[in-house]
């Protein structure tokens, strides 16, 4: 054989190694992990197909135009920063960017902004409160919190909490669960952005009928949302998630 067929027969031997590797980097589908919290992410089935929400259905048409591969999975709160952490090819759909996820996390750019905080009260403790209370005055009042486990509200709010340390009782559960505890009294109220709970008190009208929605005063901006991704998701990939953000949505705060 002469050298140069040797030198061809080892290119193609490369090739032909080297190929079924590519092909699988190709076909790999991110993770997309969502959980069920209208109206923000529906779960299959209940909204109609797949894809359904304000901040889900835009993540999806995102990966979409950027010709990322990916398979809807639905997983509880906790389960989602784990698989993150854990470096699985997967990426968490509507988080906020807080600083102590990115010494695990990369995040895109903003896929949605919320609207603002507001109080969802129980009627008969709601007295003692102003019509348009501060989050200090809502906070320091002695009435109890209701939290959801793994729910975070932006740096701003979550350090207030931290230093405030209003009574609180946290579960692991739904948005549906946690307005329904309010509702029986379990616990006195629940800090919620207000595009959740007008939509949670419309379709849920019988806790609805012992909760009142009040708007807060000086409350900080809605936090935008994003796209966390693990450790393990290349930077050329997040770069051509955020262009078709960009081109889709523009640049949010």
Request: aromatic share 10%.
């Amino acid at each position: 054989m002469t050298c140069r067929r040797r030198a061809l027969w080892l290119g193609l031997c490369c090739l032909w190694l080297a190929w079924p590797a590519q092909a699988q980097a190709q076909e790999e589908s991110l993770a997309l992990y969502y959980f069920h919290r209208p109206p923000f992410y529906f779960r299959e089935g209940q909204a109609g197909p797949g894809c359904q929400g304000l901040v889900l259905e835009r993540a999806c048409r995102v990966l979409r135009a950027a010709g990322v591969p990916f398979t809807l999975v639905e997983l509880p709160v906790k389960r989602v920063l784990k698989e993150i952490k854990w470096g699985h090819y997967g990426c968490g759909v509507g988080w906020f960017r807080l600083a102590a996820r990115q010494d695990y996390a990369d995040f895109s750019l903003p896929l949605y902004q919320s609207q603002p905080l507001a109080l969802v009260v129980n009627h008969l403790r709601a007295g003692g409160l102003p019509a348009r209370p501060s989050l200090g005055q809502v906070l320091t009042s002695g009435l109890t919190r209701g939290a959801v486990a793994g729910y975070a509200y932006g740096q701003e709010v979550d350090d207030l909490l931290a230093r405030l340390r209003p009574p609180t009782i946290t579960i692991t559960g739904t948005s549906e669960n946690m307005l329904r505890m309010v509702a029986s009294g379990r616990c006195d109220y629940w800090l919620i952005d207000a595009e959740e709970a007008g939509w949670l008190l419309a379709h849920h009208p019988g806790p609805a009928r012992a909760l009142e929605l009040r708007p807060l005063a000086e409350v900080p901006p809605g936090q935008t949302r994003h796209l966390m991704c693990s450790k393990r998701v290349p930077p050329e990939v997040l770069q051509r998630i955020d262009q078709a953000i960009a081109s889709l949505y523009g640049r949010l705060p």
